[in-house]
């Protein structure tokens, strides 16, 4: 079972417009909708578009929570674990006009040690063979709590795949990762080396792949992606030369199309080439990717080895 944990999830109040924004006037939308937000969250959505169930772990708490719970219940496949909470889970602001996208998220709540605790229980019941994904911002009050709980899936067998703060993840790669997933800013502070280009970015994957990270994966400017693992380092590019519809959520449905691929492959380079699919899919969609997109991106999607020498 893949169990995906989104410590600060959001609510996402989306406002289009097809008109400029003008700060300090009055601006008004011409279309509405929420979704509910967070990184973890992406990844359980596109998951559940390809047809494999996850398990949603994190926290939602206040007047939002039941609105959230309602959002998700479109998608069949997403189970609902949270850790009820007393502070309102946060509301972002979404808008999307004719100048480029506009958002404004919120802090959101605080997390108690109960609070944290009550998610460690939970995240003690995943077993050997389970897929925890830990993805979006770990508050840093909760970081040491964060690595312990991790630590004891680790020893559990259970396989852990990080998209979150460069520190805990730096902290972490000693202990044995499944998958990484991350930028080069992050990736920077992960291996302590300045990068500056392809070269410096490829150079930095291997040596996170290295460090402890089995699959380690970076987005370059959302336009490709690298992969450092036991079969070499490989790229695939993410935008074809057309200007993307929608980056939000590119490399979570990375993500979500490694994991399912490699559930079924156990290979990982296929794996890549099949969660590079999902991410141009996102790309080029207005949402999350669909099925139906992400396959007609993976008949032409090219995955590429680098030598050793770059």
Do not use: W
């Given at each position: 079972?893949?169990?995906?944990?989104?410590?600060?999830?959001s609510l996402d109040y989306y406002l289009e417009s097809d008109k400029n924004l003008s700060p300090g006037k009055m601006n008004r939308s011409q279309l509405e909708y929420y979704e509910a937000g967070?990184?973890g969250i992406n990844v359980s959505i596109v998951l559940n578009n390809l047809g494999i169930p996850s398990r949603a772990l994190g926290f939602l708490g206040g007047f939002t929570k039941d609105f959230?719970?309602?959002?998700?219940?479109?998608?069949?496949?997403?189970?609902?674990?949270?850790?009820?909470?007393?502070?309102?889970?946060?509301?972002?602001?979404?808008?999307?006009?004719?100048?480029?996208?506009?958002?404004?998220?919120?802090?959101?709540?605080?997390?108690?040690?109960?609070?944290?605790?009550?998610?460690?229980?939970?995240?003690?019941?995943?077993?050997?063979?389970d897929y925890l994904v830990l993805a979006g911002n770990t508050p840093v009050y909760l970081a040491e709590d964060v690595k312990e709980m991790l630590k004891k899936a680790i020893e559990q067998e259970?396989?852990?795949?990080?998209?979150?703060?460069?520190?805990?993840?730096?902290?972490?790669?000693?202990?044995?990762?499944?998958?990484?997933?991350?930028?080069?800013?992050?990736?920077?502070?992960?291996?302590?080396?300045?990068?500056?280009?392809?070269?410096?970015?490829?150079?930095?994957?291997?040596?996170?792949?290295?460090?402890?990270?089995?699959?380690?994966?970076?987005?370059?400017?959302?336009?490709?992606?690298?992969?450092?693992?036991?079969?070499?380092?490989?790229?695939?590019?993410?935008?074809?030369?057309?200007?993307?519809?929608?980056?939000?959520?590119?490399?979570?449905?990375?993500?979500?199309?490694?994991?399912?691929?490699?559930?079924?492959?156990?290979?990982?380079?296929?794996?890549?080439?099949?969660?590079?699919?999902?991410?141009?899919?996102?790309?080029?969609?207005?949402?999350?990717?669909?099925?139906?997109?992400?396959?007609?991106?993976?008949?032409?999607?090219?995955?590429?080895?680098?030598?050793?020498?770059?």
């Amino acid at each position: 079972m893949i169990f995906t944990c989104t410590l600060n999830p959001s609510l996402d109040y989306y406002l289009e417009s097809d008109k400029n924004l003008s700060p300090g006037k009055m601006n008004r939308s011409q279309l509405e909708y929420y979704e509910a937000g967070g990184k973890g969250i992406n990844v359980s959505i596109v998951l559940n578009n390809l047809g494999i169930p996850s398990r949603a772990l994190g926290f939602l708490g206040g007047f939002t929570k039941d609105f959230y719970i309602s959002l998700l219940a479109k998608y069949e496949y997403i189970l609902p674990h949270f850790t009820y909470i007393n502070g309102p889970t946060r509301i972002n602001i979404k808008m999307r006009t004719a100048d480029g996208p506009t958002d404004i998220n919120a802090a959101g709540p605080y997390i108690t040690p109960e609070d944290m605790n009550n998610l460690e229980n939970k995240a003690e019941r995943l077993s050997k063979g389970d897929y925890l994904v830990l993805a979006g911002n770990t508050p840093v009050y909760l970081a040491e709590d964060v690595k312990e709980m991790l630590k004891k899936a680790i020893e559990q067998e259970v396989k852990i795949c990080l998209d979150t703060d460069p520190e805990l993840i730096r902290d972490m790669l000693a202990y044995g990762l499944f998958l990484v997933k991350t930028t080069p800013e992050e990736l920077s502070v992960m291996v302590d080396q300045k990068i500056e280009n392809e070269q410096d970015c490829i150079a930095a994957v291997r040596e996170l792949h290295k460090r402890g990270a089995a699959n380690a994966i970076v987005v370059y400017d959302n336009k490709k992606a690298f992969i450092s693992c036991d079969a070499g380092t490989f790229e695939a590019v993410l935008q074809e030369g057309i200007a993307a519809v929608n980056t939000v959520g590119t490399g979570d449905s990375l993500v979500a199309g490694f994991l399912m691929n490699y559930l079924r492959s156990k290979d990982p380079v296929d794996s890549f080439r099949f969660g590079a699919s999902c991410g141009s899919a996102t790309a080029y969609s207005r949402t999350l990717a669909t099925r139906e997109k992400i396959d007609s991106f993976y008949e032409e999607k090219e995955v590429t080895e680098i030598p050793e020498a770059a």
